[in-house]
């Protein structure tokens, strides 16, 4: 089910950690932290190290990582780079004009989809103040084994992880977990906020959990926004369905909260994101489950 990374032998292409029993309801994914590069595409990057700091949610998976093991949720981590494959994006979302001429599709539409128009589609294209990121065009052949090795069992792995969920609590959440640059200052009236929940505009997540993060947070103090500037992306579209009592929403965190100075490793507020994230889950598993009392008595 871990599928592989094309060009790193023996190396999954995700970790998904499932304590049995599941002691909340409650699955913490990070897509976007993947940090096992294969040389033959870091050789094809014409700034390897600037684009991997770019598009990586840095270090955001030890947060997810440290939260898990506080909390008892269960956590699936992408090992595959984003600058390989994007799985915040429908397999759909591709810019042909990535791919050798020879290699397109025949009889199929090939304009970009609409994140790849931006530079930021399956594979990613461009990044603004950098322009092109590879130097030469992937092979379809390429792209095909990238989406069956990583992609698909991915979102394989991710939606029988929710359902075994949410067969045994007859709900489940998933929190999609990403890392987002500075919104702004940080201080004065107007201060940047440090999370920001995203749940598609409703349609992913039941609104009373929504209200109860923001409840959360406020208890914290933290400052917090709702699907302004991230709604969330394919994640929550393919797999929250509320409706099936499959809840998922997009959690947002400031880089400057938890990253150092440079925004490159981890800072001294890392303990204290880590606290509040864990603090949020557990709040977030108690109104899932129904109340703490009826809580306590599933998790044993």
């Not at 060009?7 to 990070?30: E, H, T």
């Not at 950098?130 to 084994?145: F, I, Q, S």
Request: charged share 25%; aromatic share 6%; hydrophobic share 40%.
């Amino acid at each position: 089910m871990a599928g592989y990374i094309p060009g790193k032998q023996g190396v999954p292409a995700f970790s998904l950690r499932q304590p049995r029993p599941g002691a909340i309801p409650i699955l913490i994914a990070v897509p976007h932290a993947g940090r096992d590069y294969p040389a033959a595409l870091c050789e094809r990057m014409r700034a390897p190290e600037e684009t991997a700091l770019r598009l990586e949610d840095r270090l955001v998976d030890l947060v997810g990582k440290a939260v898990a093991e506080e909390t008892g949720a269960a956590l699936l981590t992408a090992n595959a780079p984003r600058a390989m494959i994007d799985l915040n994006r429908s397999p759909d979302d591709i810019d042909w004009q990535m791919v050798a001429t020879a290699d397109r599709p025949l009889g199929k539409r090939l304009a970009a989809g609409r994140r790849a128009r931006s530079g930021l589609g399956l594979v990613p294209r461009r990044l603004p103040g950098m322009g092109e990121l590879w130097t030469g065009l992937m092979r379809g052949e390429e792209l095909k084994e990238r989406i069956e090795a990583i992609h698909q069992p991915y979102h394989v792995a991710l939606a029988k992880s929710l359902e075994s969920i949410r067969d045994r609590w007859g709900a489940a959440l998933l929190i999609d977990l990403h890392s987002m640059p500075p919104l702004g200052p940080k201080s004065g009236p107007n201060a940047a906020v440090d999370f920001v929940i995203g749940d598609r505009f409703g349609a992913s997540c039941d609104s009373g959990l929504i209200a109860a993060a923001f409840e959360r947070f406020d208890r914290r103090h933290a400052r917090a926004a709702h699907n302004r500037p991230y709604a969330g992306g394919y994640v929550l579209d393919r797999h929250g369905a509320p409706n099936r009592r499959i809840n998922a929403m997009q959690l947002e965190v400031c880089r400057a909260a938890y990253l150092d100075n440079r925004l490159q490793e981890p800072g001294d507020g890392l303990e204290q994101v880590v606290d509040m994230v864990a603090f949020l889950v557990r709040g977030l598993a108690e109104q899932l489950a129904g109340s703490t009392r009826n809580f306590s008595q599933a998790a044993e």
